[in-house]
Each structure stands twice: as C-alpha cells, then as structure tokens.
C-alpha cells in the first residue's frame, strides 16, 4: 500500500510538470494565433488581385505592394546567391578541413557572437561599406548583401550541424576506399547533409525576409512606383543584372510606410501586407519542414 | 612451435607485408611498442588481446587512418611487397596506400546510396566512368562476397535495406571491388548474430585465395577457426607470433597462454 501511495505521490509532480509545460506552450501559441487573427481579420478584405497588381498609392483603396514584394523577392533572390555558397563553403572548411587549434576556436566564437549582433549594425556597417565605400548605392544589391551578411551565421551554424550529425564511421569508409577530402565531401556529406543545410538557408531567409531595420538604414525608397528592370530582356544577351543597382522598396517597409499614416484605411493596407508577409514566412518554414522529410527519407546510418 | 616446424611451414610463403620496429602515439601517448611481423600473401593472419591491447590501432596503421585525426605519429615500417614500398614514408600518400589496402570495419558502414553505387565507389573515386566495367566489377565483387544471389533483383535499394550481415558482406564487396593487395578486418563480425557471424568466417576463408588477410578479432575461437597465423597483443607490445595452431595449442609465453585458456583478459 505504502508503495501505491508514493507512485501516486510522484506521479501528481508528473502531471503537475505535465500542466505547467503545456501553459508554457500556450502562452507563446495563443499569443501568435491572436496577434495573427486580428492582423487577417483586418486586413483580409483588403486583399484581392489588384492588391498585389497596384503600387502604392495616395489613396488608400487603390494603393498596392506590387513595388514591395517584387523588392522583397529580388532582394532575397540575392541574399541567398551570396549567403549560401558562401555559408556551406565556410560550414564545410571549418567542419572537414581546418585544424582544432585556437584560430579556429576563435572563430567560431566569432561566428557565433554575429549571430547575435543587432540588425541595425549590419546596417550601418552597409551604408558605409556597400552603399558608399564600393558605390554601389541605395541598390537591391546593397540589401541583398546586408541580408546575406545577417544570416551567413545561421548558414554556417547550420551547415556545420548537419555535417556533424554524419557518423565518423562513414568518413571513414569512404576514406579507407582512397577517396580524396573533396571526393568525400562532394559524394558524401554534402548529399547527406543537404536537408539539414536546406532547413538552415530558409530558416535564415524567412528571417531575412522580415528584416526592416537595416534596409531603412541603407536607405530603401518607402514610396516607389516602378519596377526595377526586368532581370529577362527581349533582346541578346537576354539576361540583365540592370535590376541589382535599381532602388527598391521591400514588404516591411511598404508595411512601416502604411502605419505611420495617420488615415484609418492605410492602416487596413498595413494589415494586409502584413497577413501577406507571414503569409510568405510560413510558406518558407512549411518548405523547410517538407525538403527535410523528402531529403532524409532515404538517409539512415 | 619448435623453430623448423615454423621453417617448414613458411617456407613456401612469400611475405606480403613486413611490419619493422613499429611504434605509434596518439599524441605523447605510445600506444604500439616496437612491433615486427610478417604478413603472409594469401593466408589469413589474426591479431587478438584484450580490449585496449592496440591491436585495432596497429591495424588502422597498415591503411593509414590514423592520418586522419591530429596529432598521430608513426615510427618504424610497414613494407609492402613486392615493390618493398613503407606505406608508412613520409613522402607516401595515405589515398595511395587506401588504394592498394582495403578495410571492413567494426560495424557494418553501407553509405545511404544504393546497393549498387555501395559497391561501384571505390571504381568512381578512382575516376572509371565506363558504365560496363562498373558494372561487371560491382558483379564479380558482389559474387566473391557471396551476396550476388541475394541482392541481383533490387541492387538500386537503398543500401540500409539490407540485415545487419548482408551490409557487412556489402562493406566487404565493397572493399573488393577495387582488388585490394591486403584486406583489413576491424573486429568484422562484432555487431552480428551467430548465422551471420558464420557466413562471414567461411567468407573470409574463401577469399584468402583473392586477397592477403589481416584481422583483429576480440574472439579467440574465431581467429583459431578463420586465420592461419595469430599474433597476441598485450598493452600495445606483441607478445607472441606464430602458426595459429602452434599458437592455440601450444603456446610459447607464458602470458599467451593465460590469455587463451582464459585465465586473463
């Protein structure tokens, strides 16, 4: 009896830890689902085709964000261009290659601390460097390569993550059949590692995507009403890179742009961009989550 | 063993390989202590101690793995014949003894590919592109490792679909398939059941007509069952060599005869 009484006792801490973690839970779901209900309930009657077809406008009815996420997809188009390749390399070196000594510690520690560095001094360090020092003005380039410096941590992180999860032992196989270091990566744990690195990049976009901060401070036009040049021409060679040093606007400052308008109506629009954007952010994370389950289906060790 | 009786039987033989005064350290840490022995061509040569006895470790250094990790350090030679090259020179490349010595590991290793690109890619690393030789080797490998039958129907499944002894015979054809000079075996039957443990003995035995064999095994009724001459391993120093059953039936050293009646270890 006495034993029944002490199981029973330790498993009302059990359930009690049970309730408590799931409150824990809920204080950061409901507080989501509110703040996003409201967000579609507002702005949802605001969208429809001309919604995404229309420019910004004086006129709150008739005002779009055509401008905005053309900006946002062009910039992240460029964002990732730079960030990836250039994340999983310095993954991949400082995971396969480089040796454990204090150089690489300190780097890491680096890597790790700029995870955590402010947006906005991504920023300032732009303006000065892009914007200015290289000229290349208040272009898509510029916050395409603001944004990629803000989450090549995340990539590296990430990348570096994946790589680790691969067993030694199959390193070592390879190896041992005369494989090459660069044979090793490039047939192993690049392909094993990918949905792990995948996950990581659009983690860091869907991070980027949400960005303001530092895109105001290199100086994003807030009212646009033209699109940069069509990256595909009509003519040879077809292909044109006009579009990289064009002013743009993107989605959060199209949204910021609206809520500092003192007319009722633009605040509606600002909703509605809103619901788009994350909107755009849960599809990312849903693509993550889906490349993940399609990559690893065929990986065991 | 009396001293003719090991004459007559290695009379016929032709080394293979020589291990000379080999000493190796991880770091300060001297781990093999002035190993010599031969490995003869064709036969099977086990090497058994207890856990921690270095017997893995001196087999990791016939391949070179040990390069692979900082701070590892070889002293002496490992001569491969008949070119009488020291895998261990520094001026040799590890990729280039890994090409001429194969290795199966402790726990069956398949990568997460195909069973078919399992076996063809140590022939993709050496650069063969030709579909049908690929083929006919992944073929021939298969067979020699005695799973052709079993897997001819599915060779693009995924490797991991496989039981535990049949990635074990795929590691080993694996390593076939690029007609290894020396076979290495790192406790190869450790993870596996009894009928598997089986399968892969008489593997071992059959192929010793192919490929020279070197095997650590922490079982001692198998290195009697499988290997035609023993070594026994004690805290990284070799304490006896010789003709397997000399070896088991009548040891010289004490020590060795501690170990195989299972006073010690």
Not at chain 1, 219 to 239: D, N, R, V, W, Y
Not at chain 1, 272 to 293: D, Q
Not at chain 2, 248 to 255: E, M, S, V
Request: net charge neutral.
């Amino acid at each position: 009896m006495d034993i029944r009484k002490d199981i029973q006792k330790r498993k009302r801490l059990d359930a009690l830890f049970a309730v408590l973690g799931l409150l824990a839970l809920m204080v950061g779901v409901l507080t989501f689902c509110a703040l996003f209900a409201e967000m579609a309930l507002n702005g949802m009657g605001r969208i429809d085709w001309s919604f995404f077809t229309s420019f910004p406008s004086r006129r709150a009815g008739e005002a779009g964000i055509l401008s905005a996420w053309v900006g946002s997809t062009l910039v992240m188009l460029t964002t990732a261009f730079v960030a990836v390749p250039l994340g999983v390399a310095a993954g991949v070196y400082l995971e396969e290659y480089a040796r454990r000594n204090w150089v690489t510690d300190l780097i890491e520690i680096n890597i790790t601390n700029l995870a955590g560095v402010p947006s906005i001094v991504y920023g300032l360090l732009a303006l000065g460097l892009f914007v200015y020092q290289f000229g290349l003005g208040q272009s898509i380039l510029s916050a395409g390569l603001t944004l990629a410096l803000l989450i090549l941590p995340v990539v590296i992180v990430a990348t570096r993550e994946a790589i680790r999860s691969i067993p030694q032992a199959i390193r070592e196989g390879s190896y041992a059949l005369g494989a090459t270091k660069w044979q090793t990566v490039r047939h192993h744990i690049l392909p094993y590692s990918s949905a792990g690195i995948l996950t990581g990049i659009i983690i860091g976009m869907a991070r980027a995507i949400g960005e303001t901060a530092p895109i105001i401070t290199i100086g994003a036009l807030t009212f646009i009403a033209f699109l940069p040049p069509s990256p595909l021409q009509a003519t040879p060679p077809f292909l044109s890179f006009e579009w990289l040093v064009s002013p743009f606007t993107v989605m959060p400052i199209q949204m910021f742009n609206w809520t500092s308008r003192p007319e009722a109506a633009f605040q509606v629009n600002a909703a509605a961009a809103g619901f788009v954007l994350v909107i755009m952010t849960l599809a990312m994370n849903g693509l993550a989550i889906w490349l993940r389950y399609r990559l690893r289906r065929n990986i065991k060790w | 063993m009396s001293a003719p009786d090991m004459q007559m039987i290695t009379e016929t033989l032709v080394a293979k390989a020589e291990v000379r005064n080999l000493d190796f350290y991880y770091g300060d840490y001297r781990a093999l202590k002035g190993i010599s022995m031969p490995v003869y061509e064709h036969q099977v040569t086990a090497l058994i101690g207890p856990s921690g006895c270095g017997k893995s470790t001196f087999l990791r250094c016939f391949n070179r793995m040990h390069d692979l990790y900082p701070g590892n350090r070889y002293d002496g030679q490992i001569v491969l014949q008949p070119d009488n090259a020291d895998l261990l020179a520094r001026d040799v490349d590890p990729i280039e003894v890994r090409m001429r010595i194969g290795m199966v590991f402790q726990k069956p290793n398949p990568f997460p590919k195909s069973i078919f690109e399992n076996v063809a890619y140590g022939l993709r690393v050496r650069g063969e592109t030709s579909r049908r030789r690929i083929e006919e080797k992944v073929e021939q490998a298969l067979q020699d490792a005695a799973l052709f039958e079993e897997v001819k129907s599915r060779l693009q499944e995924p490797a991991y679909n496989l039981s535990g002894g049949q990635q074990q015979r795929l590691c080993i054809a694996r390593a076939l398939a690029t007609d290894p000079e020396l076979l290495l075996f790192d406790e190869p039957t450790s993870a596996l059941d009894p009928i598997a443990t089986a399968s892969i003995e008489e593997l071992i035995h059959d192929l010793k007509t192919r490929v020279t064999i070197l095997i650590v095994t922490h079982n001692m009724q198998q290195a009697a069952r499988v290997s035609d001459f023993t070594a026994y391993m004690y805290l990284g120093e070799m304490i006896e060599y010789g003709v397997t059953d000399e070896l088991f039936i009548k040891p010289k050293k004490k020590q060795t005869e501690d170990y195989i009646t299972g006073r010690f270890g």
